[in-house]
């Protein structure tokens, strides 16, 4: 974790996230980042007008946090590209969840969807589920919270 | 998805769940609702002290959404319990997620941190992963967006 990065002292890991994930367009910037843009301008361009003021600021916060890193496009460069660093990459799973349950609960049956597919075969990936540690499906009332 | 509830008209699923869900304290609520929590008293326990006066709302927004619902406690009593609906009990993956993603990268290693475990075996639930419909592990560059 940065050092610089003062999070609110909650013991708990999903109220940090969201401290730290904080409003829907940084999220928003998240997705866009694991779809593969890395440029600012596209950044701007794949949020709602409204928004389009906001992808500074919020980027600035995402490299100060360590989910994203500016690295020059080529050594010679002046030009910097923004790219997820291995914690931004491992948000992939938040991500997807919130789509599924969105596709799955936000849609009239008759809109058409985003769907994420599996490059190799074009089939729908499948639901996000939590699995215990031997593989089986994990309902809410199968878990308990411990201090380790 | 209720007919009363005007989602903003984005056609992004992730956009459309975080409309919903919002705030932080959205979530947090959530979250105890996960974990068994159903009365009202409870909720409002369970947030930082400064968000205590916020469940009311928050709860009733929920109910609105289709996330929450009210049941009376027995067929007599006039006191009422929140449950979560099938829609609520589907966000237990974004929880998880997000819970797994503070505990990996919002914590000092010393500090002690909640841990979710298998209730059969005290053994933590496995890390959330994106699956194709055949069970590999899919990352964010083996995926693509299609409308369906």
Redesign the interface.
């Known amino acids: 974790?940065p050092t610089h990065i003062r999070?609110r002292r909650?013991?708990?890991?999903?109220?940090?996230?969201?401290?730290?994930?904080?409003d829907?367009w940084t999220?928003?910037i998240i997705?866009e980042a694991?779809?593969?843009t890395t440029r600012f301008m596209d950044f701007s361009r794949a949020l709602?007008k409204l928004a389009r003021t906001i992808p500074s600021a919020r980027l600035q916060r995402l490299v100060d946090i360590?989910v994203i890193e500016t690295i020059p496009v080529s050594p010679t460069s002046l030009y910097h590209e923004c790219v997820l660093t291995e914690?931004g990459?491992?948000?992939?799973?938040?991500?997807?969840?919130?789509?599924?349950?969105?596709?799955?609960?936000?849609?009239?049956p008759s809109e058409?969807?985003?769907?994420?597919?599996?490059?190799?075969?074009?089939?729908?990936?499948?639901s996000?589920?939590?699995?215990?540690?031997?593989?089986?499906v994990?309902?809410?009332?199968?878990?308990?919270?411990?201090?380790?």
């Open positions: 974790m999070h909650s013991d708990c890991p999903i109220a940090r996230s969201l401290d730290v994930l904080g829907k999220l928003l997705r694991l779809s593969g709602p360590g914690m990459h491992q948000l992939f799973p938040v991500v997807t969840a919130l789509r599924q349950w969105g596709n799955d609960y936000l849609f009239e058409p969807r985003q769907c994420l597919v599996d490059r190799r075969t074009e089939t729908p990936i499948a996000t589920q939590v699995h215990s540690a031997d593989g089986q994990v309902l809410p009332e199968d878990t308990e919270l411990v201090m380790r």
